[in-house]
């Protein structure tokens, strides 16, 4: 049997909805990337766990996906399924001062009902885009706020079980988290604290209207595309003192407003915004002598 058509039996056996080929670049908010094998739709956390499982069992890459924003998916055929948690039934639950809430939730929608409910903790993540799962993958953070400061649990899947980790059993890093490609995050507790309902939805819109001024928060980007290099340094401000602001490739261009992002027209390839971010590690290796890490994650 075909490897699309064992995906679509494996799926239909588990009854998961799942979408047969589909283009990458309708997913990311680079809007780049080839046909991917499929999307997968699980409804519950044990169904999903579920599904990987099967997947594992027969050989069929797969790979969490979020929002889609922090991916620069390849050009050309994915060999994979991506495994999207947009449509789990279980939702947003209120506890106290906890939270439990899905990985395919939004994570700016999570921050807006935390702050509603006067729960503070998470205010500094409110612009970043992407989903809960997609920040705990990453170790999302802004503004000295990161998501592994307030996660108390974290529910994965493991040998098609769903598998609740304590904090102190992961050992997060500046955008970093221990779980490997082949982990599927379905859902979290944070522990927030109380807040003032009035003060936190003002930091949250000062939060915003920082990052409107400085980033290019309405071109299509996947954020920042490497890692800071430490020792206080920040990336957007080297590849701005070696002049690339501006510099384009086909449809993809180093932004004008924060040299770090790469932003796209519609009709970029991800050839193009791999050739720009080549020409950037090489400039800024060869006359600063630092080797850039990506921070977005690519599906090759
Ligand atoms: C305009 C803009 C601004 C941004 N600003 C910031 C910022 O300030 N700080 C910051 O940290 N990031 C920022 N980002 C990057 C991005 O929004 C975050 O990394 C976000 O947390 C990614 O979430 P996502 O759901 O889109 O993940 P995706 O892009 O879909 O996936 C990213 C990675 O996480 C994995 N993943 C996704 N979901 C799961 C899951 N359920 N289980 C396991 N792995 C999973 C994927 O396989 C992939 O490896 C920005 C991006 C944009 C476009």
Same mark, same amino acid.
């Given at each position: ?49 579920? &599904?990987?499982? +099967? ?5 069929? %890459? $797969? !790979? #969490? ?6 991916? /620069? ?91 609740? &980790?304590?904090? +102190? ?5 500046? %955008? $970093? !988290? #221990? ?6 995050? /379905? ?51 080297i590849i701005d003192e070696l002049g690339l602001k501006g510099k384009a490739e086909g449809g993809a261009t180093i932004s004008t407003l924060h040299a770090n992002f790469i932003v796209t027209n519609g009709a970029a390839t991800a050839s193009e915004v791999f050739t720009l971010i080549d020409e950037i590690r090489s400039r800024v290796a060869t006359e600063r002598g630092i080797d850039l ?8």
């Open positions: 049997m075909e490897r699309r058509d064992r995906i679509a039996k494996i799926c239909t056996d588990l009854g998961v909805n799942a979408r047969i080929g589909q283009k990458m670049s309708h997913f990311t908010s680079l809007k780049v990337g080839g046909e991917i094998d499929a999307i997968a739709y699980p409804e519950t956390r044990q169904q999903a766990a579920q &599904l990987v499982h +099967a997947l594992n069992e027969a050989g069929i %890459r $797969w !790979s #969490p996906l979020g929002y889609g924003t922090n991916l /620069l998916v390849k050009d050309g055929e994915i060999q994979r399924v991506a495994v999207s948690l947009r449509t789990l039934e279980e939702l947003l639950v209120f506890d106290e001062t906890r939270v439990h809430v899905h990985a395919g939730y939004s994570l700016p929608r999570l921050v807006n009902a935390a702050a509603d409910r006067g729960l503070a903790g998470i205010q500094g993540l409110a612009p970043i885009p992407g989903s809960v799962g997609g920040a705990i993958k990453m170790n999302a953070g802004s503004h000295g706020y990161e998501i592994a400061d307030v996660i108390e649990t974290v529910a994965v899947a493991r040998a098609g079980e769903v598998v609740t &980790l304590k904090r +102190a059993e992961i050992a997060f890093a500046y %955008r $970093w !988290s #221990p779980f490997t490609e082949t982990d599927l995050i /379905l859902g979290t507790t944070l522990q927030l604290k109380h807040g003032d309902v009035a003060a936190l939805k003002e930091e949250i819109k000062q939060y915003k209207q920082h990052r409107s001024a400085t980033q290019p928060v309405r071109d299509s980007s996947a954020g920042c595309i490497f890692k800071n290099p430490g020792q206080g340094l920040t990336t957007g401000r890490e990506l921070e977005v994650e690519v599906w090759e």
